[in-house]
């Protein structure tokens, strides 16, 4: 079993940044790879970002690409978002997940999710 436990979410104006920590313990961190994934009240759960076991491929939802930045420290066993220039359909729930596929961004495939941290972005 594979523990994530997501922190950094929180309340943030339209324009601001934030970094969502996700801290993996429990299995070879650095054998999967990792993805956020987000949902908002009311709408389905969606791919955000993934990044490869050694953190030399990452892939980024459309809606995302040039805002967000998904990147893993191996030897801290965690991987970041920065979020940056937020706006306000950024408001959802931001999940972390593990994957054993080389690469994945569909979440079925995921095999371990953290609980979630929520990020606000008022207008």
């Known amino acids: 079993q594979m523990q994530l436990v997501e922190s950094g979410g929180g309340l943030v104006q339209a324009g601001g940044s934030l970094r969502l920590s996700c801290a993996a313990s429990?299995?070879?961190?650095?054998?999967?790879?990792m993805g956020w994934f987000r949902q908002a009240p009311g709408k389905e759960r969606e791919f955000v970002a993934a990044v490869s076991p050694n953190g030399g491929i990452t892939n980024y939802a459309d809606s995302v690409k040039g805002q967000f930045t998904i990147s893993r420290d191996n030897a801290k066993n965690t991987v970041y978002l920065q979020m940056n220039r937020l706006k306000p359909e950024d408001t959802a729930v931001y999940y972390c997940?593990?994957?054993?596929?080389?690469?994945?961004?569909?979440?079925?495939?995921?095999?371990?999710w953290g609980q979630g941290t929520q990020v606000t972005v008022s207008s």
């Open positions: 429990g299995r070879t961190f650095s054998s999967y790879t």
């Open positions: 997940a593990a994957t054993t596929f080389f690469f994945a961004t569909t979440g079925g495939r995921y095999n371990f």
